[in-house]
């Protein structure tokens, strides 16, 4: 086994031991030379066992004999490799989160900056158009109908009592609600991540701006 960053590690088996002396010998599983290695370089803190899997470096003596160095078991090194591989998924799926959390907030505020911007392209057009001001009025009392539902329904969440139903934040939304509840989602962080409720609410928006469209051309 090799690590780009670290010193060639090989496996083997520890062929014998000499507890009086020390030192012992590990079968490696790339020959079938045994590789001399001394107590001290055992990591683990007891006697190496024969016949147990180890992983060590290999390196030379005066003499030039190859030896072994920084042997350890198997079964930790094993360990310590999946916790670290769990350290980093642990760690990809936060960045994954991280990034999906940025998605989901730039996609909020251009909901938000768009309502606003719709609304205040309403109002040039009533204004222009000496039209009723009544839809300005109802924009506002339906959009915090619309936001008070949608933080009724987050605090229901949280306390698991009975919900206000989508179809009635679909209701609200359709009816021009929808300006209230793009704010009540961007400060509330609700009704953010399911997906079919996301696209039956953007089409209640479509809905309603083409309501209100029709209106004005028609009674302008």
Partial sequence: ???????????GVVHSFNTER?????????????????????????T??????????????KQGRAVANNIQELSFVTQKQQERAKRQQAK??????QERQQQKTGMLNTLCFFAVGYLMLVTVLIIKLNLAKSVLVWYV???????SNYYKDKLSAQDDTRRVSEKTLHIYDLLGGWIGASFAQRLLDHKTSKQSFRHTYYKTIALNILIVISYIYYFR
């Fill in 141 to 147: 009392m339906i959009g915090a109908l619309s936001f």
């Fill in 48 to 61: 190496p066992q024969i016949g147990e899997t180890v992983i060590f470096e290999l390196s030379t003596d």
């Fill in 22 to 46: 020390s030192f012992g010998f590990i079968r490696p599983n790339h020959s079938s030379q045994d590789i001399f290695f001394h107590s001290r370089q055992f990591r683990a803190k007891r």
């Fill in 92 to 97: 990809q799926a936060y960045h994954a989160y």
């Fill in 1 to 11: 086994m090799t690590n780009g960053h670290e010193a060639d590690k090989y496996q």
